[in-house]
T-cell receptor, first 114, second 113 residues
Framework: AQSVAQPEDQVNVAEGNPLTVKCTYS??????LFWYVQYPNRGLQFLLK??????LVKGSYGFEAEFNKSQTSFHLKKPSALVSDSALYFC????????????FGSGTRLSIRP | IAGITQAPTSQILAAGRRMTLRCTQD?????MYWYRQDLGLGLRLIHY???????GKGEVPDGYSVSRANTDDFPLTLASAVPSQTSVYFC????????????FGEGSRLTVL
């Protein structure tokens, strides 16, 4: 069965500094990996995904993520954080050998201080 | 505006009562999902449907049922609500192709007393 771990409940970063939100996964087949963002009292919004190809994936709002197969990780990154990036971030995985199950991590709250 | 509509937005329910959360999408997506969101636990998959007429169990299906009579609608039913089902429920549909991302509704906040 697939699983996702987000080891940090909260990440605090100063505005203008780089940020990283960590995600590791476990699947039996090839992974399809996703990042979503959630603002207060809203549904989740898609940021980016890795299916195949280049290990560095670029997405919305200047975010990018690096797929590392040997470390089974898919960390979310941004070179320069904005206060408006403050939100809840979720990593998700789908196993290409299974049915349509898409499993989410527990979420990481990103707080950017001015 | 195309997307996913969930109803009700919020509901307080007495334990033991039956409740159906509605979800409708107008994007003609085949796959649909129900998740619950609880603090510290993230989103957990309750049930999913790959296409109209089929459904499957997710991580936490007990106490919930779904149906998929057509492409657009995917209701979630709590036959006899219990306090542990207090949560925020999100419906989602999956974009085109097997690698598509999920589109989420705005959620239904359910409180079971």
């Amino acid at each position: 069965a697939q699983s996702v771990a987000q080891p940090e409940d909260q990440v605090n970063v100063a505005e203008g500094n780089p940020l990283t939100v960590k995600c590791t996964y476990s699947v039996s087949g090839n992974p399809y990996l996703f990042w979503y963002v959630q603002y207060p009292n809203r549904g989740l919004q898609f940021l980016l995904k890795y299916i195949t190809g280049d290990n560095l994936v670029k997405g919305s709002y200047g975010f990018e993520a690096e797929f590392n197969k040997s470390q089974t990780s898919f960390h979310l990154k941004k070179p320069s954080a904005l206060v408006s990036d403050s939100a809840l971030y979720f990593c998700a995985v789908r196993d290409d050998s299974s049915a349509s199950k898409i499993i989410f991590g527990s979420g990481t709250r990103l707080s950017i201080r001015p | 505006i195309a997307g996913i509509t969930q109803a009700p937005t919020s509901q307080i329910l007495a334990a033991g009562r039956r409740m159906t959360l509605r979800c409708t999408q107008d994007m003609r997506h085949n796959a649909m999902y129900w998740y619950r969101q609880d603090l510290g636990l993230g989103l957990r998959l309750i049930h999913y449907s790959n296409t109209a007429g089929t459904t499957g169990k997710g991580e936490v299906p007990d106490g919930y049922s779904v149906s998929r009579a057509n492409t657009d609608d995917f209701p979630l039913t709590l036959a006899s609500a219990v306090p542990s089902q207090t949560s925020v429920y999100f419906c989602a549909s999956r974009g085109s192709g097997s690698t598509g991302e999920l589109f989420f509704g705005e959620g239904s906040r359910l409180t079971v007393l």
